[in-house]
């Protein structure tokens, strides 16, 4: 089994030199690492230069202004059986190379999802570590059993290289690539695999600013996502039960969050209460299986960061689902020194 | 990736699920949907979308009109109040001054 990393890089001074090294500290090695510059005009291609001898460096000829086309450049490249996709200010665990050659010695599988973790910074990037704890100890998990990962995420993602060209491909016609890369793969019917203790660490927006443009992000990625494959949605009796479950559950209770205590502020205030409650056991499950005991404080900022996702997530349905807005531009948050 | 903003009906569903195959000792799934079924699961899968977002919309039904017909509900307010009232007159006065200029 011949593994490649294909990992898209623009102005990332900051962080790609942590990227590269965790890529050539693995216990397994890579037999191939691409890092395709995107025409970076710091001292992006400086540092990759350094490295020289160990990683293949490929730049784009211009800018191409999002990731999934500077991913499309470098897939020429590619020449392992297994491609490695994940960014440029992600750090991979010691053991991701090692632990997803594992999961493709299942034959069936075509892809498998590996686990994110937040790199610890302030209260923002906590609350995104109990995000992460969530939706993969208790979605995913629940998910691999079922058979239907929901989202490949971008930051750890795995692929046989020839299923990938044949099936993937990059359409650019959505701001969230990985999510249009998994509904191509269930819409094909291949199987996608999550294996938790494939583990990388990434870089979360730090401050409230960057945090709504990255929720808007997702969120107005989810609604084009789910326009574009909304014919495939019903072929399968679990996705459509997973996505109509997630999409109604989150663009009624959005609508909740403001109506309710608008029409009786007391009831508001219960269910306000309610959630931080039940925030706190899960935020406490959270600090126990993370080891971070800070996170145990993420109910009290989220009492806020609920209004504020709701308000995305409307604010996204309404742009994308119903004035049909497509948003394009791609979102980069300000980086920190990992 | 997040999806959707809140803790509710969908974590429970997961939960249970997690506890399921936990207890009956039942790895991840190792099959693959079926083209020939395709007709089949098409039309099964309509009606879950269906079920689904129906159970959502009237739970969240229900909670509307809890708010809205409890004792502390704002329209309830409104109408114990002595604003109502008071609005309604000088409504009424002003109408009736404009009427007598006029």
């Given at each position: 089994m011949k593994i490649s990393a294909l990992i898209p890089c623009y102005n990332e001074e900051k962080n790609v030199e942590a990227s590269v090294l965790s890529c050539l500290n693995q216990t397994k090695k890579f037999n191939q690492i691409i890092f395709v510059n995107d025409s970076s005009t710091d001292r992006t291609p400086e540092i990759l230069a350094k490295y020289a001898d160990q990683i293949t460096v490929v730049k784009t000829p211009k800018n191409t202004g999002n990731k999934s086309s500077a991913q499309e450049y470098g897939l020429q490249f590619v020449t392992g059986?297994?491609?490695?996709?994940?960014?440029?200010?992600?750090?991979l665990d010691k053991n991701f190379v090692s632990e997803i050659t594992?999961?493709?010695?299942?034959?069936?599988?075509?892809?498998?999802?590996?686990?994110?973790q937040s790199i610890a910074y302030n209260w923002l990037t906590l609350c995104r570590a109990y995000d992460y704890t969530i939706g993969q100890r208790i979605h995913k998990t629940a998910q691999n059993y079922i058979n239907y990962i929901f989202v490949m995420p971008g930051a750890a993602s795995a692929f046989r290289t020839l299923a990938f060209k044949r099936y993937v491909t990059f359409d650019h016609d959505t701001i969230t690539e990985d999510l249009d890369f998994t509904y191509k793969l269930h819409d094909r019917h291949l199987k996608i695999i999550y294996n938790p203790r494939a583990i990388s660490y990434t870089q979360d927006p730090?401050?409230?600013?960057?945090?709504?443009?990255?929720?808007?992000?997702?969120?107005?990625?989810?609604?084009?996502?789910?326009?574009?494959?909304?014919?495939?949605?019903?072929?399968?009796?679990?996705?459509?039960?997973?996505?109509?479950?997630?999409?109604?559950?989150?663009?009624?209770f959005?609508?909740?969050?403001?109506?309710?205590?608008?029409?009786?502020?007391?009831?508001?205030?219960?269910?306000?209460?309610?959630?931080?409650?039940?925030?706190?056991?899960?935020?406490?499950?959270?600090?126990?299986?993370e080891r971070r005991p800070k996170i145990i404080l993420v109910p009290f900022p989220y009492l806020i960061l609920i209004f504020i996702n709701a308000y995305i997530y409307l604010e996204q349905f309404v742009i994308e689902i119903i004035l049909k807005r497509k948003n394009?531009?791609?979102?980069?948050?300000?980086?920190?020194d990992l | 990736m997040i999806i959707v903003p809140f803790i509710?009906?969908?974590?429970?569903?997961?939960?249970?699920?997690?506890?399921?195959?936990?207890?009956?000792?039942?790895?991840?799934?190792?099959?693959?949907?079926?083209?020939?079924?395709?007709?089949?699961?098409?039309?099964?899968?309509?009606?879950?979308?269906?079920?689904?977002f129906s159970f959502v919309l009237?739970?969240?039904?229900?909670?509307?009109?809890?708010?809205?017909?409890?004792?502390?509900?704002?329209?309830?307010f409104?109408?114990?109040?002595?604003?109502?009232?008071?609005?309604?007159?000088?409504?009424?006065s002003a109408t009736i001054r404009v009427d007598r200029a006029s």
């Open positions: 059986n297994i491609m490695i996709t994940t960014d440029a200010d992600t750090v594992k999961s493709f010695k299942n034959r069936k599988v075509v892809a498998v999802a590996g686990s994110v730090a401050d409230l600013k960057n945090y709504i443009n990255q929720m808007r992000r997702w969120f107005g990625g989810g609604w084009q996502n789910l326009l574009k494959h909304y014919g495939v949605v019903p072929s399968n009796p679990i996705q459509a039960f997973e996505l109509a479950l997630s999409y109604s559950e989150g663009l009624i959005s609508v909740l969050v403001f109506l309710i205590p608008i029409l009786n502020p007391w009831i508001g205030l219960w269910l306000l209460f309610y959630y931080f409650l039940i925030e706190l056991i899960f935020a406490t499950w959270a600090a126990i299986k394009l531009i791609w979102f980069k948050p300000e980086r920190i | 509710g009906l969908s974590i429970l569903i997961h939960i249970l699920i997690i506890i399921f195959y936990s207890t009956f000792h039942m790895g991840p799934s190792n099959k693959r949907q079926q083209n020939r079924y395709l007709m089949f699961n098409k039309f099964f899968g309509s009606i879950i979308i269906i079920f689904v009237i739970s969240a039904t229900s909670l509307i009109r809890l708010s809205v017909t409890d004792k502390h509900s704002t329209w309830g409104i109408e114990n109040s002595k604003i109502l009232p008071v609005l309604a007159n000088d409504l009424y």
